[in-house]
């Protein structure tokens, strides 16, 4: 496969520095059996600039620095939108007690709430601080938005934001076709569908972004 690979990534430069449009580049290798998805790459390898020979772009690279630093914006990120989360159904429960829950009745109700509120006194300025320090550096270098860690964590947040929203459209099908709907078990799925929707809405829109803009 890399033999192969490595062949296409030839034939491209080589086509393109022939001066072959790219939409001919396409049709010949479709026709001779390569998939869209190893084309795709290969031809995004070069910039669409008028040059005598092709112009490679920035590759995806992994930085130990960058690592860290977004390991610990989106770690934070998961901390403060769970706690957010649990201190909301907290607020509702005590606004909107079940009788026939004596959990928030105890002392079990205040510890929870105290949990989530130092969490988010301090894990949701820790993830403000570190994206200003990214947004920062990709506004000095806009390579670095080809960081391979970047990527990697921006589809898990979004991936685990589609499995939070898809789970809360469930509970809420089922409860509607049991007909328990109240208006605690509304509020919650309201708190975790804008939770989990802005997540999901904010990074989506950062990567069609980046798609157009690149």
Request: neutral net charge; aromatic residues 12%; proline residues 7%.
């Amino acid at each position: 496969m890399a033999t192969s690979t490595e062949e296409l990534q030839r034939f491209v430069r080589e086509a393109l520095a022939q001066g072959q449009p790219r939409e001919a580049i396409v049709a010949v290798l479709a026709q001779a059996g390569w998939p869209p998805e190893h084309v795709e790459p290969a031809l995004a390898a070069y910039a669409d600039t008028p040059f005598p020979i092709p112009v490679p772009r920035p590759r995806p690279y992994l930085s130990p620095r960058e690592a860290f630093l977004y390991l610990l914006m989106f770690a934070t990120l998961y901390l403060s939108a769970w706690h957010l989360g649990s201190l909301v159904f907290d607020l509702i429960n005590r606004a909107l007690p079940d009788p026939a829950d004596g959990m928030y009745a105890s002392a079990a109700f205040d510890h929870s709430m105290r949990w989530s509120v130092a969490t988010l006194v301090v894990a949701f300025p820790v993830f403000l601080l570190v994206a200003r320090v990214l947004s920062r550096d990709l506004a000095a270098t806009p390579a670095k938005r080809l960081s391979a860690v970047r990527r990697w964590l921006t589809y898990l947040t979004l991936f685990l934001a589609a499995v939070a929203l898809v789970g809360d459209l469930i509970a809420l099908v089922y409860r509607l076709l049991g007909g328990e709907l109240s208006l605690r078990f509304m509020l919650k799925v309201l708190v975790v569908g804008v939770i989990a929707g802005g997540v999901f809405g904010y990074y989506l829109g950062e990567l069609r972004r980046e798609e157009r803009e690149g």
